[in-house]
């Protein structure tokens, strides 16, 4: 099967860290013998970004990184300029495929957002084009953005969706999809890259202290996934622990508690996590969270929040789940498991036993069939 993807959260040299989940789906799909091509568009004025450059893994896709120009989503006089900038990453897909003389038989527009770019760019081609949905609020946001009919025309050109989470399933029937357009498959995890490794010698290799419990956060500095409430509970805990931020964003983290605190090559993050004792994400709403279950694969309890996505991935037994507004309730879980060894390692152990239902190339495999399944392709 020709496949291609439309995506604009894939990693690059200097976003290396960007859409590493998806880009971990996207090779399992050319290893099981698929053909695969990526666009991915690229802002033609970046953001402020590192310097550094990485290289984020080997790549069987054909990626291409056609340049547009963004215009944010800002409101004058009525109009948005979120369209303007749509305009044109629809007009730069076009022209890649237009150009490069690609050949495709399904589109997977992965996120909502780049689904509305696939159908401007591609539905021409009558090909079926598929949306991965990876967050519950997305969707509402989308319909924010278009008037209802256009909304409601869009949607009914897409084939299928396949969505990370029970809930995201729920609110797709609510907008009137049929039960046999979606599927549910949560976010998988790689375990040839994520395993547990030696706790010493990780800390050791990334000058990380051997004498403190190590709690991790890894995600975006922002305050919808909380780096700054998992700081708050930190402060009051009495047990000698250090944090480990693997990430970036627009929230500055100051304290003498953080050990380390940075953006990293993805070949890193599984170090990184092997390193530490705990994983803490008090985020206020996920899809299917990719940090969680890598997380898991790693041997690490979690204390995140107590909502509907989190409860889906996570088990009582290497987990504690809270209100994620609860600086209190966040210090007290992650005290009650730093500060008992015996339950530590029950519920790391626990962890990577449960991680194993979250297996990326079995997640690769279900998707490809429900790509195939309707249009007769293998």
Do not use: W
């Amino acid at each position: 099967m020709k496949i291609l993807v439309v995506s604009n959260n894939y990693p690059t040299e200097k976003l290396p860290a960007h859409g590493t989940f998806v880009y971990q789906l996207i090779q399992q799909f050319a290893k099981l013998g698929h053909e695969v091509t990526v666009i991915r568009p690229t802002y033609l004025i970046p953001k402020k970004i590192s310097t550094k450059k990485y290289d984020y893994g080997e790549e069987l896709a054909k990626v291409y990184r056609p340049k547009y120009l963004s215009t944010s989503a800002r409101s004058f006089f009525g109009l948005n300029t979120y369209h303007l900038g749509e305009r044109f990453q629809i007009n730069a897909v076009r022209k890649v495929v237009e150009e490069n003389n690609i050949e495709f038989d399904v589109i997977y527009a992965h996120f909502f957002t780049n689904t509305f770019i696939a159908i401007g760019a591609l539905a021409a081609y009558n090909k079926p084009i598929y949306a991965a949905i990876g967050e519950y609020y997305h969707i509402d946001v989308r319909r924010a953005y278009y008037k209802p009919d256009f909304y409601n025309r869009t949607i009914a050109k897409i084939a299928g969706f396949v969505a990370v989470s029970p809930q995201i399933k729920d609110k797709l029937l609510s907008l009137g999809i049929s039960d046999d357009k979606i599927v549910v498959r949560p976010n998988g995890v790689n375990f040839n890259a994520f395993f547990q490794r030696d706790k010493s010698e990780m800390r050791k290799k990334h000058g990380l202290p051997l004498d403190k419990k190590l709690v991790v956060f890894v995600g975006r500095f922002c305050e919808d996934k909380g780096p700054k409430k998992l700081l708050e509970a930190a402060e009051g805990i009495d047990s000698d622990i250090g944090l480990v931020y693997v990430g970036s964003g627009e929230e500055e983290l100051h304290s003498s508690k953080i050990v380390f605190n940075d953006r990293v090559p993805s070949e890193m993050v599984p170090e990184l996590l092997s390193a530490c004792d705990v994983f803490c994400l008090p985020t206020l709403h996920e899809g299917s969270c990719n940090a969680i279950v890598e997380a898991m694969a790693c041997g690490l309890p979690i204390v995140s929040s107590d909502i509907p996505e989190i409860r889906v991935q996570c088990d009582p037994s290497f987990s504690i789940l809270v209100d994620p507004l609860d600086a209190s309730a966040i210090g007290r879980a992650l005290a009650e498991i730093v500060e008992d060894g015996e339950k530590l390692k029950t519920m790391s152990d626990n962890a990577m036993a449960h991680s194993k239902r979250f297996d990326i190339t079995e997640r690769a495999k279900s998707i490809l069939s429900f790509l195939a399944q309707d249009n007769k392709l293998s």
